[in-house]
């Protein structure tokens, strides 16, 4: 049980390259989530998918598209990577079958953008 | 949105109870109330979480007072392993109601 798994663990793009973020959870979790976290700041929750098939914008979606592949899977894409976007990207998966909210996170995502 | 307020830094010594306080004066009646942990260069996980008065799991206890406009982590006999970002949140099922603020950042001494 590997819970939830990021892809690739560090990145460094050049400014207006494309890449995508890979998460997958074997929880069977119905929602995820896709959050940055800058240097000493808390998480703003970027995009998420509150099930299969579904997803939802978060506080800071702009510079970026989710696509929820399947019920494990849930990747985060930069279309046109910016040095505003070098951060660092946890994804998280919760089971809100029970209607509360506990998010089992990821190691996380550094992305360096030049 | 239920916004929370709680200390930037706080520290401490081994051995000595921690408690960190948080604010939620707009709690919503289904809301609950969760603490994360996060160390460095690792993604936040759960510690605790509760709807009112106390609860104690091996790791803290979380007690809320009846209004539940603020709640108190409490960290018995800390080491230095607890040095770590800890997070209150407050919200239900729907994740665009999940704010992470930017937490307490407490540092334990030997």
């Known amino acids: 049980n590997a819970g939830v798994t990021q892809t690739p663990k560090f990145q460094v793009l050049k400014t207006g390259q494309s890449m995508t973020l890979q998460c997958a959870q074997d929880?069977?979790?119905?929602?995820m989530y896709w959050y940055r976290q800058d240097p000493g700041m808390g998480l703003r929750l970027i995009y998420y998918?509150?099930?299969?098939?579904?997803?939802d914008k978060g506080e800071v979606p702009n510079g970026y598209n989710v696509s929820r592949l399947n019920k494990r899977e849930f990747s985060l894409r930069l279309e046109s990577a910016a040095p505003s976007q070098t951060s660092v990207y946890f994804c998280?998966?919760?089971?809100?079958?029970?209607?509360?909210?506990?998010?089992?996170f990821g190691p996380g995502t550094r992305l360096l953008v030049l | 949105l239920a916004k929370t307020t709680q200390p930037i830094s706080m520290d401490s010594y081994e051995g000595q109870e921690v408690n960190i306080t948080c604010s939620h004066n707009?709690?919503?009646?289904?809301?609950?109330i969760t603490w994360y942990q996060q160390f460095p260069s690792q993604g936040p996980r759960f510690i605790i979480q509760?709807?009112?008065t106390k609860v104690t799991n091996e790791v803290a206890s979380l007690f809320i007072p009846a209004d539940r406009k603020s709640s108190t982590l409490s960290l018995p006999r800390v080491s230095l392993s607890d040095t770590a970002v800890y997070y209150c949140?407050?919200?239900?099922?729907?994740?665009?109601?999940?704010?992470f603020g930017s937490g307490t950042r407490l540092s334990i001494r030997p």
């Open positions: 707009n709690i919503a009646t289904n809301d609950y």
């Open positions: 998918s509150a099930s299969e098939g579904t997803t």
């Open positions: 929880m069977n979790h119905n929602s």
């Open positions: 949140l407050v919200g239900y099922s729907s994740a665009s109601k999940i704010i």
């Open positions: 998280a998966s919760s089971d809100t079958a029970t209607g509360i909210e506990t998010q089992y």
């Open positions: 509760g709807y009112k």
